[in-house]
Nanobody, 127 residues
Framework: QVQLVESGGGLVQAGGSLRLSCAASGRTISGYDVAWFRQAPGKERGVVAAINWRGRMTYYADSVKGRFTISRDNAENTAYLQMTSLKPEDTAVYYC????????????????????WGQGTQVTVGS
């Protein structure tokens, strides 16, 4: 069983930056795609960014392209989400997740295709 723990959230003013971390334990995640999702109050959970297990392919939601960067450090068993130029609409609980199976032939970005989730970290962007 793998455990994912997010950290790095907090309160920041619009235009600021935060770096979220997703530390995995119990299993190496080097063979797994990793995705970041977010959920704001009253809204559905949606994908923010994803990176494939090789680290060579990435996906970004249109709303964060050019501002957020997903990365991974397999040696540290950790994934990251660097967020810059933050906007009030980025306010949400951010979750990292990995799918049930490793070595997925194609990168997946739907929440229902991810099996293991962290507890989430709150990001609040003030105007």
């Amino acid at each position: 069983q793998v455990q994912l723990v997010e950290s790095g959230g907090g309160l920041v003013q619009a235009g600021g930056s935060l770096r979220l971390s997703c530390a995995a334990s119990g299993r190496t995640i080097s063979g797994y795609d990793v995705a970041w999702f977010r959920q704001a109050p009253g809204k559905e959970r949606g994908v923010v960014a994803a990176i494939n297990w090789r680290g060579r392919m990435t996906y970004y939601a249109d709303s964060v392209k050019g501002r957020f960067t997903i990365s991974r450090d397999n040696a540290e068993n950790t994934a990251y989400l660097q967020m810059t130029s933050l906007k009030p609409e980025d306010t949400a609980v951010y979750y990292c997740a990995i799918p049930r199976e490793p070595y997925m032939p194609r990168m997946v970005v739907q929440a229902n295709e991810y099996e293991y989730w962290g507890q989430g970290t709150q990001v609040t962007v003030g105007s």
